[in-house]
């Protein structure tokens, strides 16, 4: 794993407990590694949260083992600080989401938008999914159900009648009903069932839609979501 900056610094100056505390939140795996320049001998290491640990192995299955129970010592020591990751900047959400992406999702991010730094300056994202994207009805009832009032949409009707809707009127009143979240546009490709009974897809033909919240991380929990469960309507609908 490629660390950041701040988490470099951390590393340079943590003290042993502090490190300890940072990887006992980490998820034990393995990576084959070779012997300097000779790449016909090679071995596999523990790691840690993308810290590579003590010891070689002949098997992946016995470095993660070794990570394992590494992990599992850190997990019984009581005395072990608490980090806030996110203050001190040292939290691997990014490096995590990165891999886990690459390695097992099928979707991607097309647009996020930040409704909160819309507050001085509309930009032309939030602009253009004012104009194109806030018409649609099941973007309209999205944001009618995180405000959770029953006269969201009649206001929103009353800002949308003319051509285009005025930008700051719908920033107003999105704020007025604490919609200062996240917007994201997610796409998913189209799968279906291949010959040899595996999933395939391409992102020749795929799906998007738009998710609120009011965090980012919260977004894509709801992305993933979606995500599986287009999957599995594609394969189910393939099947009939």
């Given at each position: 794993m490629y660390f950041n900056q701040a988490q470099?610094?951390?590393?340079?100056?943590?003290?042993?407990?502090?490190?300890?505390?940072?990887?006992r939140k980490g998820e034990p795996g393995g990576q084959q590694m070779s012997r300097g320049f000779d790449f016909n001998s090679s071995y596999f290491a523990p790691f840690l949260r993308g810290i590579q640990l003590d010891g070689e192995f002949e098997t992946y299955?016995?470095?993660?083992?070794?990570?394992?129970?590494?992990?599992?010592?850190?997990?019984?020591?009581?005395?072990?600080?608490?980090?806030d990751e996110e203050a001190l900047?040292?939290?691997?959400?990014?490096?995590?989401?990165?891999?886990?992406?690459?390695?097992?999702?099928s979707y991607g991010i097309e647009r996020v938008i930040h409704i909160a730094a819309q507050a001085e300056h509309i930009c032309d994202d939030f602009a253009q999914f004012i104009d194109d994207e806030l018409p649609e009805e099941r973007v309209r009832q999205m944001l009618a159900e995180q405000a959770g009032r029953a006269d969201f949409l009649g206001m929103l009707d009353a800002i949308e009648d003319g051509a285009y809707p005025d930008h700051d009127e719908v920033f107003s009143l999105l704020?007025?009903?604490?919609?200062?979240?996240?917007?994201?546009?997610?796409?998913?490709?189209?799968?279906?069932?291949?010959?040899?009974?595996?999933?395939?897809?391409?992102?020749?033909c795929y799906y998007t839609q738009w998710?609120?919240?009011?965090?980012?991380?919260?977004?894509?929990?709801?992305?993933?979501?979606?995500a599986e469960r287009m999957r599995e309507q594609d394969l189910q609908e393939g099947e009939k």
């Open positions: 470099k610094r951390f590393f340079q100056t943590a003290s042993l407990p502090e490190k300890q505390a940072w990887l299955s016995e470095a993660v083992a070794a990570a394992q129970c590494y992990l599992d010592e850190l997990k019984a020591m009581p005395d072990l600080p608490e980090l900047g040292i939290t691997t959400f990014n490096q995590d989401l990165s891999r886990t992406m690459s390695e097992e999702k704020y007025e009903n604490g919609l200062m979240g996240w917007l994201v546009q997610a796409a998913t490709p189209v799968s279906k069932r291949g010959a040899g009974g595996g999933v395939i897809y391409s992102w020749g998710f609120y919240a009011e965090s980012y991380e919260a977004a894509l929990w709801q992305v993933d979501a979606w």
